[in-house]
């Protein structure tokens, strides 16, 4: 393998937010290295369940997944590619009181923001997933532009489109290593040789705490793990079915092909970097299923799959650039909105690195926030 004796700037990881932050700075000109140690999209990206929104509880996540959103939307012409986007909404079941009010709360701001979400009756939201029981809920928060796409295609699109631009992408080549000197970035260090360089951005997801230590940075950053399936072929699946979320127990579920994709999170769940798949979240599952989508409970399993979240510890990512060494920036720990918001992040970290402020402010991201803090727990988590 050969590398280039020098990029401007090394991008660790070849995830989603990894090629879309590699696009936007080649296309800005800048001589851009993309190091992935496996292929393409292998980490978290390929294993997403692909949804694409706006509706957080955060203005900096509205802000980051409406841009992304838009850019998703324009995907066809810039940067090319089809990624299959369905934008037939996101539907949150609210089953609780407190929800409630936190969604009302958070559809005013979203909608200061320009975003087309609304409060929903039962008898609506049931009427919008068929599937869905109206036992127990007390209402629902729906936007009509979310929706999902295909995450691999995204990532095939932004590196194809920064190789055209001049930035050069080498799979197989895990970084060992960052070289400082004076307390400046000065090489990165790979199983194939070193590049010298200025500029690191840390794009490497849930194993993003490993590339942090190599030049001293705290990114609190762990790794958990996620379990969905897709079904068989599901009779009468309605053409517009919505990402339909039971927010009380994270179950979900979208349309996949002829099948639905079905996920939930598992609460025994503990931090590690397993990807195997197990049947112990299965029991739960199959109690979330029955009380509020009953009809999908006889639907055979085709396949199953286990993937990452980076998970932070307030649920918000880390972006931004470390106070030492310089030149070393991060866009991590996105805690499952990581696929959703890759375009935005991408123009964001261009942006950090020529010293522009971003079109999205994110310095409430930066990872000091814990050594102050100064926390942003958001509330609208799957």
């Known amino acids: 393998m050969t590398l280039p004796a020098r990029a401007e700037v090394v991008v660790v990881g070849g995830g989603v937010v990894g090629v879309s932050t590699a696009f936007h700075l080649a296309e800005a000109g800048v001589d851009v290295l993309l190091l ?6 292998s980490g ?31 995907f066809a ?44 009756t039962v008898a609506e939201a049931c009427e919008l997933s068929p599937y869905v029981v109206p036992d127990g ?15 691999e295609a995204v990532v095939q699109g932004y590196a194809q489109a920064a190789r055209q631009h001049g ?25 194939h040789g070193s590049v010298s360089t200025s500029t690191v951005v840390c794009a490497a997801g849930a194993w993003s705490a490993e590339v942090g230590g190599m030049v001293g940075v705290d990114l609190p950053v762990r790794p958990l793990r996620r379990q969905i399936l897709v079904t068989e072929p599901v009779p009468d699946l309605p053409p517009r079915l919505p990402f ?16 639905l994709l079905i996920g939930m999170s598992d609460p025994d769940e503990e931090h590690g970097f ?59 720990g996105f805690s499952g909105h990581g696929f959703l ?23 409430a991201l930066d990872v000091r926030r814990f050594a102050t803090a100064e926390v942003r727990p958001e509330h609208n988590c799957v």
């Not at 990206?45 to 998703?72: C, M, W, Y």
């Not at 399993?301 to 993937?307: L, N, T």
Request: net charge negative.
């Open 44 to 74: 978290s990206t390929s294993k997403a369940a692909g949804g694409v929104r706006a509706q957080f509880s955060d203005p900096v996540n509205i802000e980051l997944g409406r841009r992304s959103l838009r850019a998703f939307e324009d």
């Open 167 to 191: 930035a050069v992408i080498r799979r197989h080549c895990a970084v060992t290593g960052i070289e400082t000197a004076g307390g400046q970035i000065t090489a990165v260090r790979t199983e």
């Open 341 to 363: 918001q890759g375009p935005a992040i991408g123009e964001v970290l261009r942006d950090l690195v020529l010293d522009r402020a971003p079109a999205v402010d994110v310095s």
């Open 137 to 151: 809920l007390l209402a629902a928060a729906f936007s009509p532009t979310d929706g999902h796409c295909t995450p």
């Open 274 to 332: 397993s990807v195997h798949t197990d049947d112990r979240w299965l029991g739960r599952l199959a109690d979330a299923v029955a009380r509020r989508a009953p009809r999908l409970a006889e639907v055979g399993v085709a396949h199953r799959w286990a993937g990452l979240y980076e998970v932070t510890p307030d649920h918000n990512a880390l972006v931004g650039e470390a106070g030492g060494p310089g030149r070393f920036l991060y866009a991590t």
């Open 36 to 41: 992935e140690r496996d292929e393409l999209g």
């Open 244 to 259: 339909t979320i039971d927010f009380a127990t994270s179950f979900y579920f979208h349309d996949e092909g002829p099948g």
């Open 77 to 120: 012409r810039r940067p090319g590619g089809e990624i299959d986007l369905k934008q037939f909404g996101y539907l949150f079941l609210l089953s609780d009181p407190e929800d409630v009010a936190a969604f009302e709360a958070g559809v005013r701001l979203q909608n200061e923001f320009g975003v087309p979400s609304r409060m929903l």
